[in-house]
């Protein structure tokens, strides 16, 4: 089983600055963010090899499948 980090430090390993944290509170409750992260009290706790799909179908489908698009 992977470790999971905070979605702040997620960001910060990919992002160069990373976003605000209350935007990837919602990129994670809106599940832009594959796997999903998982919220435990106020902080949400991310895989760390985790992908930003945002609203694209095509990124969507090819981490999960066709039935995701």
């Known amino acids: 089983m992977v470790k999971k980090i905070t979605l702040r430090a997620w960001a910060e390993a990919r992002f160069d600055p990373p976003p605000h944290i209350k ?5 994670a409750r809106d599940c832009w963010i594959l796997p999903v992260p998982e919220k435990l009290g106020k902080t949400y706790y991310v895989d760390p090899n985790a ?6 179908p095509e990124k969507a489908a090819s981490h ?6």
């Open 51 to 56: 992908v930003f799909i945002g609203r694209d």
């Open 23 to 27: 935007t990837l509170q919602r990129w």
């Open 64 to 69: 999960y499948g066709s039935e995701a698009a």
